[in-house]
């Protein structure tokens, strides 16, 4: 059984919806406040049971507010008793601090988090990373998003890949701003970056393990990098004057990576290592790419947006 509700009853029912929203505890005051997901807009609302369980769908520019993210989509529909909202066509995910877009997906309200599936796109709205994959996981307790399925992230001039992507949000600096503070990939994780002293040729500095775990200073710039599992490092060298010394291969168990004010300043293979030395004749050289190597630039659905240092 269904009804439909036209749009002279949309503004009383809308006020019902909320009314009915299901409620979630917050445990951190005293008082125990009750928080509600509420719908803030949509064309139309149709009400009824589907396998002997009641339901309320809203359709049409679809609008839900939960705190401080909203999010958006072409069609909800409210499951009370399993506090889930199962979401369809262009999903729009949002907070003060990133957005993240898709084709399907599903808001359980009574844990905050949710998963969107499909052609996955987002990006930090301060243009500071942009990333995508086939699905993503938002939870807004733990301050995590995780990407999976040929997961990949653009960060400035550097890309970071894998089959899974976990982002971890936490709040820096005097202005309380909310940043990403570590990045772990986990199974074919790859970071590369292009050698921004070098224009020509144009070279990349690349890492590759099992295993990386990016830590960032104020969600911007780079301050350590370690690779676990199967390692490798290539590497550009320069001298006291900055001109080209020649390329570095390096593998090991692990590979630390430390940087000053977001420039790679010194690397530490630990385990199992060997290396080489490439003289500066092979700058350019394909031949000499870790093996997982690609460039992924043009894939990044936000490349209009991406600000270059």
Not at 152 to 173: K, M, N, P, R, Y
């Amino acid at each position: 059984m269904r009804n439909v509700f036209s749009r002279p009853l949309l503004t009383a029912f809308l006020l019902l919806f909320q009314a009915a929203s299901v409620t979630v505890p917050i445990h951190n005051t005293l008082l125990a406040e009750q928080k509600k997901i509420i719908l803030q807009h949509a064309d139309t609302i149709e009400g009824g049971e589907g396998d002997g369980e009641p339901y309320r769908s809203v359709i049409g520019n679809v609008e839900f507010l939960d705190g401080a993210m909203t999010l958006r989509c072409d069609r909800a529909t409210s499951y009370e008793s399993e506090h889930k909202i199962v979401l369809s066509g262009n999903i729009v995910l949002t907070d003060n601090t990133f957005a993240i877009y898709g084709d399907s997906g599903v808001y359980f309200t009574d844990k905050q988090n949710g998963e969107i599936n499909g052609n996955v796109r987002g990006r930090m709205l301060d243009n500071s990373l942009f990333g995508k994959s086939r699905r993503a996981v938002i939870d807004k307790a733990k301050s995590q998003i995780w990407l999976y399925d040929d997961a990949i992230a653009w960060h400035q001039q550097q890309q970071i890949s894998g089959d899974i992507i976990l982002l971890h949000f936490t709040e820096s600096g005097s202005s309380k701003k909310t940043n990403i503070d570590e990045l772990q990939v986990h199974n074919n994780a790859f970071f590369a970056s292009a050698d921004t002293l070098s224009r020509s040729p144009v070279v990349y500095d690349q890492f590759s393990g099992k295993k990386m775990i990016i830590r960032l200073k104020e969600g911007k710039k780079i301050a350590g990098i370690t690779l676990t599992g199967q390692a490798e490092s290539l590497y550009h060298l320069y001298n006291e004057k900055r001109e080209p010394s020649g390329i570095n291969y390096s593998s090991g168990d692990m590979i630390r990576m430390f940087f000053v004010d977001g420039i790679l300043g010194s690397v530490k293979v630990t385990g199992n290592v060997e290396g080489k030395q490439y003289p500066e004749s092979f700058r350019g050289n394909k031949k000499i790419n870790l093996s997982k190597f690609v460039w992924r630039e043009r894939e990044n659905p936000f490349r209009e947006q991406k600000s270059l240092p």
